[in-house]
């Protein structure tokens, strides 16, 4: 029987996980993917890496703020400056430009891969049920395995969470009422450097919105760019084939990139992201429900920033805490309220 039980080894769930056991809480962290990283993670083909999900994070709080000067100093982030372009109209509400974007070296998941390596976590298996007992949860994985906790904290996409907790949590209407938008996302490495302008641009037009010479971040070799299609295309294509997607984006890359178009990659690869950026989180850390020990955290809550699930995930930690002070001891019944 673990004390607490986290679902997902992203940012959110791995920085709770982190708090928690600086605490001295027993607690045991599950992924499906073979390691941590969620929408961070970073992905290998031979000689080539790509940070195939979030692509750099910025700092705007002074808590976030402190955290980043601390891996900087353990060389597992550092600031990365490329050339932008935009192509297209830019936005009427642009933003702010960062002072400074920010990438994990060698891949934007150095920081969780630091952080799973302290703690218990468990990866390639999907939790295809959460069910409550009387003062436990019981997680069961498609690996057969099953897991006992006092409480549990779910980082999963909102969809997601909402599906596993159908009729069992008030939670799971609050989760599927937050809408995901989904992301293509295209792999491509060349044996050679590629005549470019920009390390970086944002698109407005066309299928893409993003392009990233993925080679040029801090840590990294070889020559790797890194596309995201725009969430309407996206969207529109959600079901296609990878093999098509590709072709398709390799053609508006080719537009973008000219010296592309004279040379065949050495390697293409598409990956769906069927949840990737929530277009109006909640705007709130967490979601919790006292009387099942059940926190749910991500993004999604907090704001569609790396940073957004950084403090969602501690704030998910410091609630957790909080009931399992007001029980009698850590193994006092949990389905009081807090």
């Known amino acids: 029987m ?3 039980c986290v679902i997902g080894a992203g940012w959110a769930g791995l920085s709770a996980a982190f708090e928690l056991t600086a605490a001295g809480v027993d607690v045991v962290v599950l992924d ?5 990283g969620g929408r961070c993670s ?3 083909h031979g000689d080539f890496a790509f940070d195939h999900g979030g692509q750099y994070f ?3 709080s002074e808590a976030f703020a402190d955290a980043v000067r601390g891996w900087k100093q353990e060389g597992l982030v550092a600031a990365w400056r490329p ?3 935009v192509f297209g109209r830019r936005p009427s509400n642009p933003g ?8 994990g070296v060698p891949g934007m998941n150095a920081v969780l891969k630091r952080l799973s390596a302290r703690l218990d976590c468990r990866f390639g298996g999907r939790v295809e049920e959460l069910r409550r007992e009387r003062n436990h949860w019981l997680v069961r994985r498609d690996r057969g395995d099953e897991i006992l906790a ?6 999963a996409p909102p969809a997601q969470a909402a599906e596993l907790l159908a009729g069992r949590s008030e939670l799971a209407e609050t989760a599927s009422r937050v809408p995901m938008n989904p992301c293509w996302a295209l792999m491509l490495g060349f044996d050679g450097p590629l005549d470019a302008d920009f390390d970086a641009a944002f698109d407005n037009e066309g299928p893409l919105s993003w392009l990233a010479r993925n080679s040029s971040k801090p840590g990294r070799s070889g020559e790797a760019w890194l596309l995201h299609a725009g969430p309407n295309w ?3 294509h959600l079901e296609a084939e990878p093999d098509w997607v590709a072709d398709q984006l390799l053609a508006a890359f080719h537009a973008r990139v000219p010296s592309a178009a004279e040379t065949t990659p050495a390697l293409v690869s598409a990956h769906r992201w069927r949840y990737a950026l929530a277009p109006a989180p909640l705007e709130q850390e967490c979601l919790g429900e006292a009387r099942q020990r059940l926190v749910l955290a991500g993004d999604w809550c907090a704001g569609n920033r790396i940073e957004g699930a950084w403090v969602s995930g501690r704030a998910a930690a410091a609630q957790l805490l909080e009931w399992i002070g007001a029980v009698d001891g850590l193994h006092g019944e949990p389905d009081q309220p807090g």
């Open 2 to 4: 673990h004390e607490v």
């Open 234 to 236: 996206s969207r529109q």
């Open 32 to 36: 499906k993917a073979r390691g941590p």
């Open 42 to 44: 970073t992905r290998r």
């Open 83 to 85: 050339r932008i372009r």
């Open 96 to 103: 702010t430009t960062p002072a400074e974007r920010l990438v």
């Open 150 to 155: 006092r409480s549990v904290l779910l980082t």
């Open 58 to 60: 910025t700092a705007r």
